[in-house]
């Protein structure tokens, strides 16, 4: 657990997520999914009940290269960073995450904070060398983060996404991390 203060001075609490938080996750994930047009998921697409989402936050906690993160602000959680690693030998050094923020909370650095806590894991874990993202490429806030952290556009995945029948294109992103650079 790592506790940050945003830049308005309030307290961020970052943790691994337990099967204890499996109720409270599908709520976020519902009012995320509804409330940005730039993740994957839509609102109907969550459909993991809250004993589904226990077995998925228990299968993150037993594997040496995943991590699912939560952001509390005043006890409710505010954001979600999953990682997972590769599950085969010669991929394993290498994963991507997802990361959402409730809207009502951009722009307080809880992404930043997020992608800290990502960082130091992989860093400290001797397992993660390589950590990849796909980002709609005219998400312009998303960009600039990943780039202020050191990632570097790898490639473009052409009219990969499609928001109410407008096709957009994925920018594929990654970090390569050196074993013992700072965060």
Known sequence: MRQ????????????????????????????????????????EEVT???????????????????????????????????FEGGRRKRVAHSGEFGMSVLKAHWGR???????????????????IRKINLRVKADNQRALALYRKYGFRREGRLIKEFCLDGTYVDLDLMSLWLEPDSPS
């Open 48 to 82: 993991l009940d809250v004993e589904q989402q226990r077995d998925v936050i228990t299968d993150y906690a037993e594997g040496d290269n995943r991590l699912f993160l939560v952001a509390e602000w005043e006890g409710r959680i505010v954001g979600v960073l999953t």
């Open 4 to 43: 940050y203060r945003l830049d308005d001075g309030d307290p961020l609490i970052i943790r691994e997520a337990e099967p204890a938080d499996a109720e409270r996750i599908v709520s976020y994930l519902r009012q995320v999914a509804g409330e940005s047009d730039a993740l994957a998921l839509t609102e």
């Open 109 to 127: 650095s809880i992404g930043s904070r997020l992608m800290d806590s990502l960082l130091d894991w992989a860093r400290e874990g001797n397992v």
